[in-house]
Nanobody
Framework: VQLQASGGGLVQAGASRRLSCLAS????????VAWFRQAPSKEREFVGAISWSGSTLYADSVKGRFAISRDNAKKIIYLQMNSLKPEDTAVYYCAARTVWSIASIQNDYNYWGQGTQVTVSS
């Protein structure tokens, strides 16, 4: 499975942004997908995930502000980011795993997209 993340850019604090993750295969619809992010000089961290059935899990730092959804017909996973903060600045990656359950550990994901930069100005 090839994943292509897009939608990043420069936004002001308090604004919203939606990222997309496009998959290359129809089988993607049965995979669980997660978003991770990596800020400068920091380790990559879990943001949120969605199972094939639509169950979601979020990191505490984004809970209530970010939302993940999926459009299986289009093979796209979305990360809606609201009330953005400067500390949300990072490269955002989507990742998929060929298991129905959600996971928050990087090593549990088999496939990774190339990342898209989100910069939040104060």
């Amino acid at each position: 499975v090839q994943l292509q993340a897009s939608g990043g850019g420069l936004v002001q604090a308090g604004a919203s942004r939606r990222l997309s993750c496009l998959a290359s295969e129809r089988a993607f619809n049965s995979y669980s997908v997660a978003w991770f992010r990596q800020a400068p000089s920091k380790e990559r961290e879990f943001v949120g995930a969605i199972s094939w059935s639509g169950s979601t899990l979020y990191a505490d730092s984004v809970k209530g502000r970010f939302a993940i959804s999926r459009d299986n017909a289009k093979k796209i996973i979305y990360l809606q980011m609201n009330s953005l903060k400067p500390e949300d600045t990072a490269v955002y990656y989507c990742a998929a795993r060929t298991v129905w359950s959600i996971a928050s550990i990087q090593n549990d994901y088999n496939y990774w997209g190339q990342g898209t930069q989100v910069t939040v100005s104060s």
